[in-house]
């Protein structure tokens, strides 16, 4: 397990901690704040909502739903929603097989969007630069202000006892550094993502009914995230319930001119192993220019 450099939200502009945070981001491009006001109740009305709302597209076959079934046969079902200045605010694409899931995602998605704002400012207090395509030195809030940003929740659906085995059996290998998602690295700036809950689905009436069940691992930090370190080492990041976690994508290096290196994380989904279908429902914000 890899401890992630964590701070406190609200004492990010105090003392050394605008460097400290510059610090961690250069080293493994993965940081986690505590204490974000009203972010435990949100992140949590947030993901139920969301969960129930794929599960519900998904019977209605709506539209919005994006559906991916990746190699080890795990289904992921995402809800893509562009935010920022690029919002709807008129959107009415969710509203038929999800009612209300407008409302609670606008408070989430506004709560990341400040986070990242907040931390953009805390770069800012530091000696980092970064300039345009044009050389032109801009600070990093208005980096973020001016980005492109694109909301993505992803929900995982474990696949059956059964047909994991079939896909095992259909493939050439198969050992425990298979990944469910493989390695990659994100576009964007940043992705502020939180950590992933998960449900028991059961599908035994005409309408499927989902339940919370526990991450596992210590304080329910098992995520299914794997990230590769800088030194080539793959580790399981301890991601916890209260926490928003921000990686560095791929930006820095593609879109802007920076005085430090900030590396784009790789990263990857190992699924952990359910007896019963399950599904993982997680979000991932990324902010994009």
Not at 6 to 12: K, P, S
Not at 26 to 37: A, E, H, R, Y
Not at 148 to 176: C, G, I, K, W
Request: proline share 5%; hydrophobic share 35%.
């Amino acid at each position: 397990a890899f401890e992630v450099p964590t701070f406190d939200y609200e004492t990010l502009s105090t003392g050394n901690t605008p460097n400290d945070v510059l610090d961690a981001l250069k080293k493994d491009g993965i940081i986690s704040f505590t204490n974000v006001p009203s972010y435990a109740q949100v992140r949590h009305a947030y993901l139920d909502s969301a969960a129930a709302c794929a599960v519900s597209a998904q019977e209605a076959n709506a539209e919005f739903l994006l559906h991916k079934r990746l190699s080890d046969g795990t289904n992921r079902y995402t809800i893509s929603t562009p935010s920022g200045q690029e919002a709807n605010p008129n959107a009415t694409a969710t509203h038929a097989a999800c009612p209300g899931y407008s409302t609670v995602y606008n408070e989430f998605s506004s709560l990341l969007e400040l986070v990242v704002l907040n931390v953009a400012t805390t770069l800012d207090a530091t000696n980092f630069t970064t300039k345009d395509g044009y050389g032109q030195t801009v600070s990093s809030r208005k980096l973020m202000t001016d980005a492109v940003r694109l909301d993505h929740f992803h929900a995982y659906e474990a696949p059956s006892v059964r047909e994991r085995r079939l896909t095992s059996a259909a493939t050439s290998t198969s050992n425990e550094d298979d990944l469910t998602l493989e390695l990659h690295e994100d576009d964007g700036m940043f992705i502020v993502f939180a950590t992933p809950a998960f449900y028991k689905v059961s599908s035994d009436g005409p309408k499927s009914t989902f339940e919370p069940v526990s991450a596992g691992g210590q304080d329910d930090s098992e995520s299914g995230l794997i990230i590769q370190r800088r030194d080539g080492q793959r580790v399981r990041p301890v991601l916890k319930p209260d926490q928003v976690t921000l990686m560095v994508g791929t930006g820095y290096n593609r879109w802007v001119a920076t005085s430090e290196q900030l590396p784009a994380v790789m990263h990857g989904v190992r699924m952990p192993r359910w007896r019963r279908r399950s599904r993982s429902a997680c979000c991932a914000r990324g902010s994009a220019r």
